[in-house]
T-cell receptor, first 112, second 116 residues
Framework: KNEVEQSPQNLTAQEGEFITINCSYSVGISALHWLQQHPGGGIVSLFMLSSGKKKHGRLIATINIQEKHSSLHITASHPRDSAVYIC??????????????FGQGTILTVHP | NAGVTQTPKFQVLKTGQSMTLQCAQDMNHNSMYWYRQDPGMGLRLIYY???????DKGEVPNGYNVSRLNKREFSLRLESAAPSQTSVYFCASSDLEGYTRSYEQFFGPGTRLTVL
């Protein structure tokens, strides 16, 4: 079993729909990252959180440390949101670098 | 600032050939990483360098070597390429951010490598 599991693996939506991508992890963590990768493109960090909720534009990320679960929500989805969304966690414990463990990614396609 | 840069963007090798992938960052980060991304596998850590002068193996180090040339540069070498090393390779860097140990990682654009 992977340390970081995402669901669904593939998600298709119509423009305007509310989207939720889930991430569950099995280890203690100090931080969780949500990343975005456009087709053929680079990887961009969307959020980094260790508790509660963060919002940026139409994107909202939440985390429940007790349940070891995080969700990424996209409100009023748009075709330009089509991308792979990747969840990654940094394990707990004192280190001076940010070694991450990644989920397999969720492929999101938003149709006009 | 250019962020994290990688060269080359594309490369085709024959089995047994060698090559070095270059990575540089201009954000004065201490830590640098090399990942490979394969369909259905997600990103996997090959090697990392927590700080200048140190390197350590990640999840999939076999067939690779690295050099942390200085604080800015971290190269990945394939000594004898194999078809199993066909992948997209990403370099990343990170450091502490503000007052929180956030370790946000900044990624390069990737190198698409095909080994025939």
């Amino acid at each position: 079993k992977n340390e970081v599991e995402q669901s669904p693996q593939n998600l298709t939506a119509q423009e305007g729909e509310f989207i939720t991508i889930n991430c569950s992890y099995s280890v203690g963590i100090s931080a969780l990252h949500w990343l975005q990768q456009h087709p053929g493109g680079g990887i961009v960090s969307l959020f980094m959180l260790s508790s509660g909720k963060k919002k940026h534009g139409r994107l909202i990320a939440t985390i429940n440390i007790q349940e070891k679960h995080s969700s990424l929500h996209i409100t009023a989805s748009h075709p330009r949101d089509s991308a792979v969304y990747i969840c990654a966690v940094k394990g707990a414990g004192g280190t001076s670098y940010g070694k991450l463990t990644f989920g397999q990614g969720t492929i999101l396609t938003v149709h006009p | 600032n250019a962020g994290v840069t990688q060269t080359p963007k594309f490369q085709v090798l024959k089995t047994g050939q060698s090559m070095t992938l270059q990575c540089a960052q201009d954000m004065n980060h201490n830590s640098m990483y090399w990942y490979r991304q394969d369909p259905g596998m997600g990103l996997r850590l090959i090697y990392y360098s927590a700080s200048e002068g140190t390197t350590d193996k990640g999840e999939v180090p076999n067939g690779y070597n690295v050099s942390r040339l200085n604080k800015r540069e971290f190269s990945l070498r394939l000594e004898s390429a194999a078809p199993s090393q066909t992948s997209v390779y990403f370099c990343a860097s990170s450091d502490l951010e503000g007052y929180t140990r956030s370790y946000e990682q900044f990624f390069g654009p990737g190198t698409r490598l095909t080994v025939l």
